[in-house]
């Protein structure tokens, strides 16, 4: 079984400008997870995708956003990009928790975005 | 909201001992603690995990404890091998809203 995938690896962007980050989850899998992993602040939630829908939301601005397709797969976009924006964005994937009682989410390897 | 302290930030332990991670939580109405192990460029990786109406799990070397009453949980490793080095993150979780809040994480250092 594939795990969750990320794209790209890495990414080098100047500050003002915008990021878009992909994630594809486990097959079967309906929610979506996005989590920044900044250097020596520990890993922060960002959103939550089910079916579609943003279901929550963490302590960031609202130049974060993103969106889930159909195929469930989802997409971060970080607009107007700031330099403390630099760091692991991490994706996680789990089955719907209220269809399947699982709580468990699975992490894909990251993308690292530095902002320049 | 949910707030997650993770003790201590580094354990050095020596191959063959045991390790212990502690986490204290918040919120009473977390129910779900998972605890992630992430080595150097990896992901993090679901290595264990507890419900709150369970007060221990063991999974070969590793185990889990839940204290609901002292709203602490800790992670156990005997044994301890080189490749258990990595930095272990301890979670919680509510029963809605799925949002993991996680420890500032525990970097294990093993030696042989």
């Known amino acids: 079984e594939a795990g969750v995938t990320q794209s790209p690896t890495h990414l080098i962007k100047t500050r003002g400008q915008q990021a878009t980050l992909r994630c594809s989850p486990i097959?079967?899998?309906?929610?979506v997870y996005w989590y920044q992993q900044a250097l020596g602040l520990g890993l922060q939630f960002l959103l939550w995708?089910?079916?579609?829908?943003?279901?929550n939301r963490g302590n960031f601005p609202p130049r974060f956003s993103g969106r889930q397709f159909p195929n469930y797969s989802s997409e971060l976009n970080v607009n107007a990009l700031e330099l403390e924006d630099s760091a692991l964005y991490l994706c996680?994937?789990?089955?719907?928790?209220?269809?399947?009682?699982?709580?468990?989410?699975?992490f894909g390897p990251g993308t690292r975005l530095t902002v320049t | 909201g949910e707030n997650v302290e993770q003790h201590p930030s580094t354990l050095s332990v020596q191959e063959g001992d045991s390790a212990v991670i502690k986490c204290t939580y918040s919120?009473?109405?977390?129910?779900?603690f998972p605890w992630y192990k992430q080595e150097l460029g990896k992901r993090p990786q679901l290595i264990i995990d507890?419900?709150?109406?369970?007060g221990e799990k063991k999974d070969q070397r590793i185990a889990v404890t839940l204290n609901k009453t002292a709203k602490h949980f800790s992670l156990h490793i005997t044994e301890t091998q080189p490749e258990d080095s990595a930095v272990y993150f301890c979670?919680?979780?509510?029963?809605?809203?799925?949002?993991?809040?996680f420890g500032g994480g525990t970097r294990v250092l093993v030696k042989p």
């Open positions: 996680a994937s789990s089955l719907d928790v209220y269809r399947d009682s699982s709580y468990e989410q699975y």
């Open positions: 097959s079967g899998h309906t929610s």
């Open positions: 995708y089910d079916e579609g829908e943003e279901r």
């Open positions: 919120d009473s109405a977390s129910n779900y």
């Open positions: 507890i419900r709150s109406n369970v």
């Open positions: 979670a919680a979780i509510k029963a809605a809203g799925n949002k993991l809040t």
